[in-house]
């Protein structure tokens, strides 16, 4: 009876196999050593090629979603009209940074409308909402911040100051908003007639903002406007002639 060959035949997985081939092959030129790699890796070869691919797909895919959420927000956000819209606005959109820009708006209009006690508190909101690192985001939290402030020193809470004076010597705040909380501090403490104080926060105006600052004109105007600060802080009255 005839021997069954199938019996000699090593299975397919067999590394015999490999070996067998590679003698075939072992003056191949390089095509077809080419198409002997594309033959045993074929499978792993388009597995790979497929998840990269659609890997690349998933992440364009993604960036255009981002972009039409960003445009859909924009577009959101133009649409709110009165303080309902704005503040659903930023209710719907925790974390935005557009959140907090409406809250902002929402506590200019109550400031505006002369409601200080209910603008204080919409700049806190703002404040809280305005999150991130970015460079707006925190000149949004610190308009908050300082505009809350000026709201309740309006209304003649006690330690509204203190707020002021914390954003006057924020280094990390805009030069627009330091330069505005050291000139109210200036008038404020102008009011008081403390002279000396005044000229601190005038001072401190030309020292630690930016040459020709946007406050600087307000500035020279408060100090031709009052003769006491032309006076250094501390110095000795002059002692008139023949005296």
């Not at 460079?135 to 509204?160: H, I, N």
């Amino acid at each position: 009876m005839a021997e069954d060959s199938s019996q000699k035949r090593p299975p397919s997985d067999d590394d015999r196999n490999l070996v067998v081939v590679d003698e075939d092959f072992a003056n191949a030129d390089a095509e077809d050593r080419l198409w002997l790699f594309w033959e045993r890796n074929k499978s792993l070869i388009v597995r790979g090629t497929t998840v990269v691919v659609l890997a690349i797909i998933a992440a364009i895919g993604f960036h255009f979603w981002k972009e039409a959420q960003r445009e859909e927000l924009g577009q959101a956000y133009v649409a709110c009209q009165d303080e309902a819209a704005r503040r659903a606005f930023a209710a719907a959109h925790p974390g935005e940074p557009l959140a907090a820009v409406a809250l902002l708006e929402v506590a200019d209009d109550l400031r505006k409308a002369n409601k200080l006690e209910e603008a204080a508190k919409a700049y806190d909101a703002a404040g809280k909402a305005a999150s991130g690192d970015t460079k707006a985001g925190k000149a949004v939290a610190v308009r908050a911040r300082l505009y809350a402030a000026l709201s309740r020193q309006e209304l003649g809470q006690p330690d509204a100051e203190a707020g002021i004076v914390a954003v006057a010597e924020d280094n990390s705040a805009p030069d627009t908003l330091r330069g505005y909380a050291m000139y109210v501090l200036a008038n404020l403490a102008l009011t008081k007639g403390d002279s000396a104080a005044a000229a601190k926060w005038v001072n401190l105006m030309d020292k630690r903002l930016k040459p020709n600052h946007v406050w600087a004109s307000d500035k020279s105007w408060l100090v031709r406007s009052e003769p006491s600060l032309l006076t250094p802080v501390g110095a000795t009255p002059a002692t008139p002639a023949g005296k």
